[in-house]
């Protein structure tokens, strides 16, 4: 694996609702941390030894386990990042599929938003290849996820993400989220991955 540099920040002042304080301890203190510790992590399994591996403890075995938790932290992290600094205002192609999947913006919206409330770490709007379908993922921890999908929208909802606006106040944070998504991200990202094809064939 070649080594990881940290994304540019689009949203270096913050979005309205997310302050610039907000962002840049998330950015600059957490997410650089994971790209740090990933690089880490790879120069170390380059010269670990593989003899005797086993599945209660061995240092290759540890060091592959974070590898995954920490790989999907930073990507996580990114797709986060790069959803917001729109304007919130749904338009193209995921338009049209989130109304074909969701019935409607307005249900895939409070489902979306009531994941935000359940979930302890992560909501992702994915596409999964396996029924050429959107989704609404929860997830609790970097390593949980669904293999087949590919992420396109995130909302991370730890506390980290939060607290220097809102406290304790998740539900305001999550409706200021709404307010900054931006979806020609998510339009670009259909285009990136070839996802109309895929949707064609499924
Ligand atoms: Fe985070």
Not at 18 to 45: A, R
Not at 50 to 72: D, M, Q, S, W
């Amino acid at each position: 694996m070649s080594e990881k540099i940290p994304i540019e920040l689009k949203i270096k002042d913050g979005v309205p609702g997310i302050s610039k304080e907000q962002i840049s301890g998330h950015y600059e203190v957490l997410y650089k941390g994971y790209c740090k510790k990933i690089n880490e992590i790879t120069t170390k399994l380059k010269t670990t030894d593989i003899e005797g591996a086993n599945a209660t403890y061995h240092p290759f075995r540890e060091l592959k386990r974070e590898e995954v938790f920490t790989t999907n932290a930073t990507r996580l992290h990114e797709g986060y990042f790069d959803s917001l600094g729109g304007d919130g205002e749904i338009e193209g192609k995921i338009e049209d599929w989130i109304a074909e999947d969701f019935g409607s913006f307005e249900s895939w919206k409070k489902e979306f938003a009531a994941l935000g409330m359940s979930a302890r770490g992560w909501v992702v709007l994915a596409y999964d290849f396996t029924d050429g379908r959107l989704h609404s993922y929860l997830s609790d921890i970097h390593s949980d996820g669904v293999w087949s999908a590919a992420p396109l929208l995130v909302l991370d909802v730890y506390e980290h993400a939060y607290f220097t606006d809102y406290g304790t106040g998740r539900k305001s944070y999550i409706e200021a989220y709404f307010k900054n998504i931006d979806w020609s991200e998510v339009n670009q990202k259909i285009e990136r991955y070839g996802l109309q094809k895929v949707r064609e064939a499924a």
